[in-house]
C-alpha cells in the first residue's frame, strides 16, 4: 500500500513526534511504501512568518500547492494525517479529497475540542470550552500557544471550518483508546461508524542491558504543564532523602533547570 503521512512537527520533540518516527519505520519494514509530508515549528522564527501563519490558518496556498504535487507524484492509496498545526492547516483535507484520496486521522490529543489540545489549564481540568459553537474561553485565557491573539486567530479558522463542513472530510478517527474515543463521541458530532481504536505500539528488546542499581526516581517526558513535572518536583523537594533525574525537553526547560541547581 501507498501510505502519505502528513505531521506538523512541534517546537520541543514529543510524544506524537516519536510516534510519526516509529510509525514511518515500522510501515516501511511491513512491506508499505510511505511519503512523509512535514512541516517543522522551529522554522517560525520572526516576525513575518507569524504575520503569514495568521492568514494561512484560513488558506494555506503553498500546502495546497506542494501537497498536490506530493499526490499526483506518489499516487498515495490514503493519507494519514496526524498534527496540522499551525503550518499545515485544514487546507490538507480539502486538498487530498480534491485529489479523491482517503483521508485518516489520528487522534493524539484533544484540539479538535479544546484550542490547548489537553484540557487542562492552572494545574487542572478545564472543560470551559466543550459544546461551545465559538471557543470564546480560549481566547480569554491566551490558551493557544500562550496568546490571546493567536488563540484569536485559531478559534476564528477553526469556527470557520466547521461552518463550511471541513472536517466531514475525514473518512476514519484513529483514537489510541476507547476513553479518548468514548470523550471525542460525547463531545463531537461523529458518527462511531467512523472511529476506529489503535493502541499504541512500543518496540520489545530481545536482549536486555544489564545496570548498576542505584536509588533514584526517573521522570522520562516533555517537560511541559499537563505532564506534571513541576508538582513532581516539589514532591521531591520535600522529600531530600531521595533523588530525581529528569530527561526531556519542553516549554518548561527553563524553570526545571531552577529546580536541578538547588536540587540536584
Avoid at 16 to 28: G, R
Avoid at 180 to 209: A, D, E, G, P
Avoid at 235 to 241: E, G, M, S
Wanted: aromatic share 18%; proline share 3%.
Amino acid at each position: 500500500m501507498r501510505i502519505l503521512l502528513i505531521h506538523n512537527f512541534y517546537q520541543y520533540w514529543g510524544g506524537e513526534d516519536t510516534y510519526i518516527d516509529s510509525l514511518l519505520k515500522l510501515l516501511k519494514k511491513s512491506g508499505h511504501e510511505v511519503y512523509l509530508y512535514s512541516k517543522n515549528n522551529s522554522n517560525i522564527d520572526n516576525l513575518w512568518k507569524k504575520i503569514v501563519l495568521a492568514v494561512n490558518m484560513f488558506w494555506n496556498f503553498n500546502v495546497d500547492k506542494e501537497l498536490s504535487k506530493v499526490i499526483e507524484e506518489f499516487e498515495p492509496d490514503i493519507v494519514h494525517f496526524h498534527n496540522i498545526y499551525p503550518l499545515i492547516t485544514t487546507t490538507a483535507y480539502r486538498t487530498c479529497k480534491k485529489h479523491n484520496i482517503p483521508i485518516i486521522q489520528h487522534i493524539h490529543n484533544y484540539r479538535f475540542i479544546c484550542a490547548k489540545g489537553f484540557l487542562f489549564r492552572n494545574n487542572k481540568i478545564c472543560e470551559l470550552c466543550i459544546n461551545k459553537k465559538f471557543p470564546f474561553w480560549s481566547i480569554i485565557f491566551g490558551c493557544y500557544n500562550q496568546s490571546r491573539l493567536a488563540s484569536l486567530i485559531f478559534s476564528l479558522s477553526f469556527y470557520f471550518n466547521n461552518l463550511i463542513k471541513t472536517f466531514d472530510l475525514i473518512d476514519i478517527f484513529i483514537f489510541p483508546s476507547k476513553f479518548s474515543r468514548n470523550y471525542y463521541l460525547k463531545n463531537l458530532s461523529i458518527s462511531f461508524k467512523k472511529t476506529k481504536i489503535i493502541s499504541h505500539s512500543f518496540k520489545v528488546f530481545k536482549k536486555q542491558k544489564k545496570y548498576n542499581k542505584k536509588e533514584y526516581f526517573l521522570f522520562i517526558g516533555r517537560l511541559s504543564e499537563e505532564k506534571g513535572i513541576i508538582q513532581l518536583l516539589n514532591i521531591f523537594i520535600n522529600i531530600p532523602k531521595f533523588k530525581l533525574i529528569v530527561i526531556g525537553d519542553g516549554p518548561l526547560n527553563k524553570k526545571i533547570y531552577k529546580y536541578k541547581k538547588y536540587k540536584f
